[in-house]
């Protein structure tokens, strides 16, 4: 009886390794999966309205496989690229709408290697907008979001954005960020009245064209 138990449990051992084997070695033959990394660079941070930028970076390992780029923003886009040689991708992508954008790239898993995600960079979008300024004259007086004017006040009036509303302002090579803080102006065809202390920030004549982010 002691024999045929023996015998027995051999068999299903002879049965049961060349499987395990297998398996083992089919495991061994599937490729690992690695981490990757992947880079992402904007041409310009500043651009006008309808313009546009080269989004561009590399995937390493330099494996063909497809790279998604995100845009969010006022007028948000998704794309999808394969990467080139040397896992090199670029794509130009135009603002329709002036605001600020946060761009990220990502590298979408493949057989090899685990998905990744590029640091987020930044534009911003302007258009031409008309200004002039407000502020002599004026200072101690009440303003339309709540506070008082004073000759170091920074912020722009603005007919119809709310009050508070970041607006990025450019002139010359100079910039600006500062918030809504009043009505106005109430002269036809213009955009904002800055503060003098803005005014003085970027140069600004007191009228005239300048770059706005909204």
Same mark, same amino acid.
């Given at each position: 009886?002691?024999?045929?138990?023996?015998?027995?449990?051999?068999?299903?051992?002879?049965?049961?390794? *060349?499987?395990?084997?297998?398996?083992?070695?089919?495991?061994?033959?599937? *490729?690992?999966?690695? +981490?990757?990394?992947?880079?992402?660079?904007? /041409?310009?941070? +500043?651009?006008?309205? &309808?313009?546009?930028?080269?989004?561009?970076?590399?995937?390493?390992?330099? /494996?063909?496989?497809?790279?998604?780029?995100?845009?969010?923003?006022? %007028?948000?886009? !998704?794309?999808?690229?394969?990467? #080139?040689?040397?896992?090199?991708?670029?794509? #130009?992508?135009?603002?329709? %709408?002036?605001?600020?954008?946060?761009?990220?790239?990502?590298?979408?898993?493949?057989? #090899?290697?685990?998905?990744?995600?590029?640091?987020?960079?930044?534009?911003?979008? =302007?258009?031409?907008?008309?200004?002039?300024?407000?502020?002599?004259?004026?200072?101690?007086?009440?303003?339309?979001?709540?506070? @008082? !004017?004073? *000759?170091? @006040? !920074?912020?722009?009036?603005?007919?119809?954005? *709310?009050?508070? /509303?970041?607006?990025?302002?450019? =002139?010359?090579?100079?910039?600006?960020?500062?918030?809504?803080?009043? $009505?106005?102006?109430?002269?036809?065809?213009?955009? =904002? +009245?800055?503060? &003098?202390? /803005?005014? &003085? $920030?970027?140069?600004?004549?007191?009228?005239?064209?300048?770059?706005?982010?909204?």
């Amino acid at each position: 009886m002691m024999r045929q138990t023996l015998f027995a449990a051999a068999a299903a051992v002879a049965v049961l390794v *060349p499987g395990l084997a297998a398996a083992k070695q089919s495991a061994e033959s599937r *490729p690992k999966r690695v +981490d990757s990394h992947i880079s992402l660079h904007i /041409t310009r941070h +500043d651009i006008r309205r &309808e313009g546009s930028v080269v989004l561009h970076g590399r995937v390493r390992p330099a /494996t063909a496989r497809r790279v998604k780029i995100v845009v969010r923003g006022p %007028r948000g886009t !998704l794309a999808t690229t394969p990467t #080139r040689r040397r896992g090199i991708f670029k794509v #130009r992508w135009r603002a329709s %709408r002036a605001g600020a954008y946060r761009v990220r790239a990502y590298a979408v898993h493949s057989r #090899r290697d685990r998905a990744s995600a590029s640091p987020v960079r930044r534009l911003t979008a =302007y258009r031409p907008a008309e200004a002039s300024y407000y502020g002599p004259g004026l200072y101690g007086n009440g303003v339309a979001c709540g506070g @008082t !004017l004073q *000759p170091g @006040t !920074l912020g722009v009036a603005h007919k119809t954005l *709310p009050c508070g /509303t970041k607006v990025r302002l450019r =002139y010359h090579g100079r910039a600006v960020t500062v918030p809504v803080i009043d $009505r106005g102006p109430y002269v036809a065809g213009r955009d =904002y +009245d800055l503060t &003098e202390a /803005t005014k &003085e $920030r970027l140069g600004f004549p007191g009228v005239g064209v300048l770059l706005s982010s909204r």
